[in-house]
């Protein structure tokens, strides 16, 4: 198994580009979830998805979206990228139930200049 | 809403150190508790977790944490520190009757130095 997979790993993007982080787990889990990570001020969850075809915002949704049209795939979309959208971007996914392990995938280093 | 307090941003210890780092969460109910690693250049990773019973719960890498309800509490341990400790560590919290999201504390740096 890969476990979580993200591309890129890095990106630069001039401010008003649009652009998809890619994520996709070949575990089968049910949940999976997008946080940005900030210096100083840990995860914060994005959007995350109970499943194929649902999807719920997080804290910080405002700027992004997502879809879940398979298990495998969540993408996070930004549409128009602003300079407080650098950040490290992680996605993660657990099986579901009392299982609440999350696995993670290796982030996106992401800069809006 | 949950939330998780971490209050030491830097931590600097020298090899052979003992280690605490200290977590606080706010959530009236039942919780399950988590602490997670990122070492540099890598992803986050599971380094032990609480759901329920023994309020000692035991790691990988010789990390202990424990959970004193009272205190709302959550601190994660080391009687040793290794300079291969060197880390990022987030504390994390889930109610398991929210929409099992996990809320994570702003993290501590911990430096060991060799």
């Known amino acids: 198994n890969a476990g979580v997979t993200q591309t890129p790993k890095f990106r630069i993007l001039k401010i008003g580009q649009s652009m998809t982080l890619q994520c996709t787990q070949d575990m089968n889990h049910n949940y999976m979830y997008w946080y940005r990570q900030d210096p100083g001020m840990g995860l914060k969850l994005i959007y995350y998805s109970v499943g194929a075809g649902i999807t719920d915002k997080g804290e910080v949704p405002n700027g992004y979206n997502v879809s879940r049209s398979t298990t495998e795939d969540f993408p996070l979309r930004l549409e128009l990228a602003a300079p407080s959208q650098t950040s490290v971007y992680f996605c993660?996914?657990?099986?579901?139930?009392?299982?609440?392990?999350?696995?993670f995938g290796s982030g996106t280093q992401l800069s809006v200049l | 809403a949950q939330s998780v307090s971490q209050h030491n941003h830097h931590v600097i210890l020298s090899e052979a150190a003992s280690l605490e780092l200290g977590c606080n969460y706010s959530?009236?109910?039942?919780?399950?508790l988590f602490w997670y690693v990122q070492y540099p250049g890598q992803h986050l990773q599971l380094l032990l977790k609480y759901f329920s019973g023994d309020p000692l719960v035991k790691g990988i890498k010789g990390f202990e944490a424990e959970f004193i309800k009272s205190k709302f509490s959550f601190n994660l341990r080391k009687p040793s520190v290794q300079w291969s400790d060197t880390a990022e560590y987030f504390c994390?919290?889930?109610?398991?009757?929210?929409?099992?999201?996990?809320?994570f504390g702003s993290g501590t740096q911990l430096t060991v130095l060799p």
């Open positions: 994390a919290v889930n109610a398991p009757s929210s929409a099992r999201q996990l809320t």
């Open positions: 993660a996914s657990r099986l579901g139930g009392n299982n609440e392990k999350l696995f």
């Open positions: 959530y009236g109910g039942t919780v399950n």
